[in-house]
């Protein structure tokens, strides 16, 4: 008998997908399992399997098109079968609750049964200067104030009074203003103004996966009760240690590590230390983790991704740098799967690439903390002779969950965390 393909849900969030490409053709053979699309959703792009056995007889869902969970993609019939009558028009998907009250809504918001429309009101017509031309209007629509003379003035000359400054009343311009502009300014700031840049309106429809990230964060910051520690450390023995290593490690034919790969070490050493931070708020209870799974924030052009580093507390140096990257790379390429964004305990977020000294990020609900890391900066400390010398200094931001980790706790974790990177070797003994 005929199957209908539908739109499967492919992560635990998601609400909808977008069909990416189609791997199969009408008229081709699929099996069950074997893949036959590839799917957009939320957090990534993934094949989709085929849960039926046939030939692909009717496609439904164009490339590029988004649909709803449950929505018909295609239509399989096993070999030799005769589609239904309707075969060229596929069903509708089922209705959701949510949908439902949609459609609620907008009968609620909907005018009376037998309200003729209002109309419109009539605008009145545009004011005009001289011979009939519009009144020229400035960037934010309102009519531009000039005395009867500069508009004169500016008639005859072809100015556009929209591009000048006004030096009377309230901005008001005036003959003078009329008279800069025409010699170009004469080296005051009154005269035209510089030309607009390349900047215009623009409306772009949100994506699977930004309206998630919306959701999410809208969730956290007003139902999660937020407060923020930030601790400033030395790193310049971390960065003396880390130029050791990457000698070493290139003049091996090994990678180059970066400053990250040294503050997940030593967040899962601190998080070891304080393991009342690797926790979870429940409703009724705390839950607190056995393990330490290292949520790392990665920016792709979409947004925002965490993709989830497992037992992060067996790993070394070496093999966390080599994971993130991993995971870093084909999360930009949209090709991770769903569990390897779920289930993280707590997160880092660094921003110090692009110059950010220090921040506040967003819990990563259901995670109690998350780190912001900032820039490492070079600046004037004062050392234990009380000399002022070159030093580097790094801020590091602290954003916890009040319900399961208290002030005195985020406080001891950061401790933790600065005794970790200002003694770098204990990362690597």
Known sequence: MPAYLTMPKLSDTMSEGTLVKWLKSEGDSVGVDEEVAEVETDKATMAMPCFDEGILHKIYVKEGETVV????????????EEPPADADTPPAPPASEESDSADEEKK???????????????????????????????????????????????????????????????????REDLEYAATGGGGSNLGLLPAGGGLK?????????????????????????????????????????????????????GPKYTVNDFIMRATVLATEAVPEVNASFTGDAIQQFGEVHLSIAVAIDEGLVTPVIRSAQTKSIKELAAEIKDLAGRARD?????????????????????????????????????LSIGTIAKQPVVNSDNQIVPG?????????????????????????????????????S
């Open 201 to 253: 309106d623009e409306v772009t429809p949100l994506s699977g996966m930004r309206r998630v990230i919306a959701q999410r964060l809208l969730e956290s910051k007003t139902t999660i009760p937020h407060f923020y520690l930030n601790i400033e450390v030395d790193t310049e023995p971390l960065m003396n240690l880390r130029a050791q290593v990457n000698e070493a490690s290139l003049a091996n034919d």
């Open 69 to 80: 969970l449950g929505a018909t993609l295609a239509l399989i019939l096993e070999e030799g």
């Open 108 to 174: 609620e918001e909907a005018a009376p049964a037998g309200e003729a429309p209002k109309e419109a009101a009539p605008q009145p017509a545009a004011a005009t200067i001289g011979g009939g031309s519009p009144a020229p209007t400035n960037s934010s629509g309102g009519r531009v104030k000039a005395s009867p003379l500069a508009r004169k003035m500016a008639e005859e000359q072809g100015i556009d009074l929209a591009r000048v400054r006004g030096s009377g009343p309230g901005g008001r311009i005036v």
């Open 334 to 370: 949209k090709k991770l799967a769903p569990d390897e964004m779920q289930g993280g305990t707590i997160t880092i977020s660094n921003l110090g690439a692009y110059g950010i000294g220090h921040f506040d990020a967003i819990i990563n609900p259901p995670q109690a903390a998350i």
């Open 392 to 428: 580097q200094r790094m801020w590091i931001g602290m954003s916890c969950d009040h319900r399961v980790v208290d002030g005195a706790i985020g406080a001891t974790f950061l401790g933790h965390l600065k005794k970790y990177i200002e003694s770098p070797f204990l990362l690597i």
